[in-house]
């Protein structure tokens, strides 16, 4: 474990760097065979693109590293066994790399938030050791070995379970999650019909995020995932994401969702956070009086994949 926390450290602190793109040949192709028989995306293959950080959400993010035989070493094992560990090495540092990048809040990634708050700070160097090498292929043939890694994000000992409780632990974290401002309807509004929220984010520069939040056009807070009980943000995060309105309908009915309100989002919608007119804020708030939707985790986004 201390060991895990000081390779964090290094590998943040040096130059940030994946570990490549999977090649044609062998190892790659019993890499490539195992990761889609698994549904396990390669998360930082291209960037830290909005399907990766999904893909991190849903727990089917994984990172892998390679490395070459040593020279030194004539012995086939030994070859194999240094090449496995330098590899194992190389995909940590991947997954570190990623974690660092996820967005946090705002425009700030996590990254970002460890270098100024201890508590992140505390945070981030838990979650490395929850990733775990899962499996190896080395070819003799080419001297070269590939490692994967994969981390659980959901359940009760998964990263998103850590994220929740340090922010709600921490003071200061949890002051910039909430908001400076929440919002209050400048008129009462009845009974809604709706049992669910939709957001359609497509049109802008908005990731999936540690705390993907909804504000008026005027900064005030209408939904924070703070609101959510730490065992359901546990699951998937603070909203449920999705690449397209039909894939936000299925995962809110799997939720007890039948009529889920349909939301587009407005201008200034960039980083985590998404700006929603006064109307659709107050129909939102209505539908959480009438159905609880914050606390059962009925808030979808709809995102952009490119």
């Known amino acids: 474990m201390r060991y895990l926390r000081w390779l964090l450290l290094f590998l943040l602190l040096a130059a940030p760097a994946w570990a490549g793109q999977l090649r044609q040949g062998p190892p790659y192709g019993e890499i490539s065979r195992w ?32 490395a070459a035989g040593n020279p030194a070493f004539t012995s086939a094992g030994q070859r194999r066994v240094t090449t496995e560990r330098a590899a194992e090495v190389m995909g940590y540092r991947s997954a570190a790399e990623f974690l660092s990048e996820i967005p946090f ?27 775990r090498p899962v499996t190896f292929a080395y070819s003799p043939e080419t001297d070269i070995g590939v490692a994967v890694l994969h981390g659980d994000a959901g359940g009760d000992d998964g990263m998103l379970a850590e994220v929740y409780q340090t922010v709600a632990g921490s003071p200061k974290l949890k002051r910039m999650v909430e908001g400076d401002l929440p919002y209050r309807p400048s008129a009462a509004t009845g009974a809604s019909s709706y049992d669910g929220v939709i957001v359609d984010v497509s049109a802008f520069n908005v990731h999936p995020a540690l705390f993907n939040r909804l504000f008026t056009s005027a ?6 995932p703070l609101f959510l009980p730490p065992e359901r943000y546990a699951e998937t995060g603070g ?44 129909q939102i708030l209505a539908t959480e009086r009438t159905s609880g939707i914050f606390r059962a985790g009925r808030v979808a986004l709809v995102f952009r994949v490119k």
């Open 35 to 66: 990761l889609q028989s698994r549904q396990l995306v390669l998360a930082g293959y291209n960037g830290v693109t909005n399907a990766d950080l999904i893909a991190f959400f849903r727990g089917k993010a994984a990172w892998y590293g390679e």
């Open 105 to 131: 809040a705002g425009n700030a990634r996590l990254g970002d938030i460890a270098k100024e708050n201890e508590a992140a700070r505390g945070c981030l160097n838990r979650l490395l050791p929850m990733v």
């Open 219 to 224: 900064g005030e807070t209408v939904y924070t």
């Open 239 to 282: 909203v449920l994401l999705a690449t397209s309105q039909g894939q936000a309908r299925k995962l809110l009915a799997s939720r007890g969702s039948r009529n889920p309100l349909m939301v587009k989002a407005l201008e200034g919608s960039r980083g985590a956070d998404v700006r929603i007119g006064d109307a659709n804020a107050a």
